[in-house]
């Protein structure tokens, strides 16, 4: 008689765990944290420079994302210092919540700044604007323009299609819309990058954004049209990126 090996069971309570383990692994990845630089164009013309981040902060599951924006050039003596915006958030049970906005611009132009306090307890965001101040209900999934990105690259990294995506604007919601538009290989700094393009549309504008993402690099966008009509104003193209693969 044939004496048969077998793997011990594993007991139930110890699967859970397992399963539970290997699901706060899974989230602990979905936020790529990354440094990118892009060129600045208006209308044909380079303006300057916007460094885009997220960095892990102290706490547990809290991140950053940044914006900095650096003009150059004789827009330079209109705008001699960076313009920052930096969003505070986290994740927790396989969703963003953005939790403080700021942007800055650092030229000390107070009327310029912008601040949202995200009180989730109470489901309402306050956004101070220069001395104006107002106040929005909020509901699970809203974000700001920040954590939008952030978002749309975890979607995407997860195999859902982006979008639609609510944001909050001052004393009210706006929703932001993705049309896919195909798969395009773009010409970068760092060689030709296979990309994801897509149509940003905010309901009731005529602006629109086409964005090209690269699923190798965890959907980064590589490059952005921004549009008014048939007419492309401003664009912005990947220059360089720490933090995630290539």
Not at 140 to 147: A, K
Not at 229 to 237: A, D, E, L, N, Y
Request: charged share 25%.
């Amino acid at each position: 008689m044939n004496a048969r090996l077998s793997l011990p069971k594993i007991p139930l309570i110890l699967s859970i765990t397992l399963i539970n383990c290997v699901n706060i692994c899974i989230a602990e990845e979905a936020i790529k944290t990354y440094h990118a630089m892009y060129q600045v164009e208006i209308r044909g013309k380079i303006i300057g420079t916007s460094e885009l981040s997220v960095q892990s902060r102290p706490d547990e599951n809290a991140y950053r994302f940044t914006s900095k924006t650096t003009a150059r050039g004789m827009l330079r003596l209109l705008q001699p210092s960076p313009i920052l915006e930096h969003t505070d958030f986290i994740y927790e049970k396989n969703r963003i919540r953005p939790t403080e906005f700021w942007s800055q611009n650092t030229n000390g132009e107070e009327k310029n700044n912008l601040h949202i306090v995200f009180n989730w307890d109470r489901g309402i965001a306050t956004t101070t604007e220069g001395k104006a101040t107002s106040v929005v209900e909020i509901r699970d999934n809203v974000l700001n323009r920040g954590s939008m990105q952030v978002t749309m690259m975890r979607d995407l990294s997860r195999g859902v299609e982006p979008g639609p995506y609510v944001l909050v604007d001052g004393d009210s919601l706006k929703t932001y819309r993705y049309t896919y538009e195909g798969e395009t290989t773009q010409e970068t700094p760092l060689g030709a990058i296979t990309t994801r393009e897509y149509t940003q549309q905010r309901d009731n504008s005529t602006r629109q954004t086409s964005i090209w993402l690269a699923p190798k690099l965890s959907y980064l966008p590589v490059r952005m049209e921004q549009k008014r009509g048939s007419k492309t104003r401003t664009t912005f193209t990947l220059q360089s990126v720490k933090g995630l693969k290539k």
